[in-house]
């Protein structure tokens, strides 16, 4: 059976150069993304690289739950049709939001950094438990470190400001990650999250210059806060990718699980990631907010309507 693989926001940035070296490595991929003009392109740059194993594009708009639970219904089915395993599962999707924003009425960090990936993830288990051997990777990001560390409501207390809920959604993943690692172990599932360190992407070359995203005492500090960013994701997609594609294929990771890959390879997580109240109120916002099955219309008037999208790259 051929190794299949799919990456999420894979249509540019630092999601098609993981696509990209999972294709040389000789993984069948499918992208998934909003663009289809972005997805021709995708699909056609993976298949310069493996014409034995031609990619595929999924088009779906990851910031709606509900077009979640459609995207892994099709990826499950197709997988269940065909036969082949689906052995890694990247959820590269992120975005970061200047001003606050709303997606199916909840904050619009929390649901693209992480309670989409979350219903993904936890939709695709059984197809990923089947197909064993397997791994999930979750792409995380070094603004954890900046995030408030409370998780009481999806949105923490105080004014909104962008890169702090990037980071607090981030960390919330990742206290996901770890914590699913433990659930599957023992399953063939690893679970493993990959730190890309940052690279100039659609999203750093334009969030991260707006000096609104960061805490008023940071604003005082802007230039050197604003030339800390620019060194930070001054390096290539390319590069970036690498912990994703070392987490999907390094032989050496075989049968291991709930390790964070940077650049120098396996790193210490943030020790509020596995902080087990950190974990328990996570556990109870993903199920509350982003249920498996999807709800029952209320009837009458929405309360809030949907604003907004996520970028495709993630960091």
């Known amino acids: 059976m051929r190794k299949t693989a799919v990456v999420t926001a894979g249509t540019a940035g630092i999601g098609l150069e993981t696509a990209l070296g999972l294709a040389a490595a000789g993984f069948a991929v499918t992208v998934v993304g909003r663009s289809a003009d972005r997805g021709a392109r995708a699909v056609d740059r993976i298949n310069a690289v493996?014409?034995?194993?031609?990619?595929?594009?999924?088009?779906?708009?990851?910031?709606?739950?509900?077009?979640?639970?459609?995207?892994a219904g099709r990826i499950a089915d197709d997988h269940a049709t065909s036969g082949d395993p689906l052995t890694v599962l990247v959820n590269n999707v992120g975005a970061m939001f200047?001003?606050?924003?709303?997606?199916?009425?909840i904050e619009a960090s929390f649901v693209v950094n992480h309670l989409s990936p979350y219903l993904l993830t936890e939709l695709l288990l059984p197809t990923l438990t089947a197909g064993a051997p397997s791994r999930i990777v979750n792409v995380t990001s070094g603004a954890v470190g900046v995030a408030k560390r409370v998780f009481d409501s999806v949105e923490?207390?105080?004014?909104?400001?962008?890169?702090?809920?990037?980071?607090r959604?981030?960390?919330?993943?990742?206290?996901?990650?770890?914590?699913?690692?433990?659930?599957?172990?023992?399953?063939?599932?690893?679970?493993?999250?990959?730190?890309?360190g940052g690279a100039a992407t659609d999203?750093?070359?334009?969030?991260?210059?707006?000096?609104?995203?960061?805490s008023p005492a940071l604003r005082l500090l802007w230039p050197l806060?604003?030339?800390?960013?620019?060194?930070?994701?001054?390096?290539?997609?390319?590069?970036?990718?690498?912990?994703?594609?070392?987490?999907?294929?390094?032989?050496?990771?075989?049968?291991?699980?709930?390790?964070?890959?940077?650049?120098?390879?396996?790193?210490?997580?943030?020790?509020?990631?596995t902080d087990p109240r950190v974990t328990d109120a996570v556990r109870r916002l993903s199920r509350q907010y982003a249920p498996l099955v999807a709800p029952?219309?209320?009837?009458?008037?929405?309360?809030?309507?949907?604003?907004?999208?996520?970028?495709?790259?993630?960091d």
């Open 50 to 71: 493996n014409p034995a194993r031609p990619g595929r594009f999924l088009p779906a708009d990851l910031g709606s739950l509900d077009g979640v639970r459609a995207l």
């Open 203 to 214: 999203m750093t070359n334009g969030t991260l210059t707006d000096p609104k995203i960061v």
């Open 169 to 196: 959604a981030k960390l919330a993943n990742l206290a996901y990650t770890l914590d699913l690692a433990s659930r599957l172990d023992g399953t063939g599932v690893s679970v493993f999250a990959a730190d890309p």
């Open 296 to 314: 029952s219309p209320v009837p009458g008037p929405a309360a809030h309507g949907r604003r907004g999208h996520p970028d495709e790259p993630s």
């Open 156 to 167: 923490p207390p105080g004014g909104y400001y962008g890169f702090h809920w990037y980071g």
């Open 98 to 105: 200047a001003d606050r924003q709303e997606l199916d009425g």
């Open 225 to 273: 806060v604003r030339r800390k960013f620019e060194r930070s994701t001054a390096g290539p997609a390319s590069e970036a990718a690498k912990p994703s594609i070392i987490a999907a294929t390094d032989e050496s990771l075989a049968g291991r699980t709930g390790i964070v890959i940077g650049a120098a390879r396996p790193a210490a997580p943030l020790r509020t990631a």
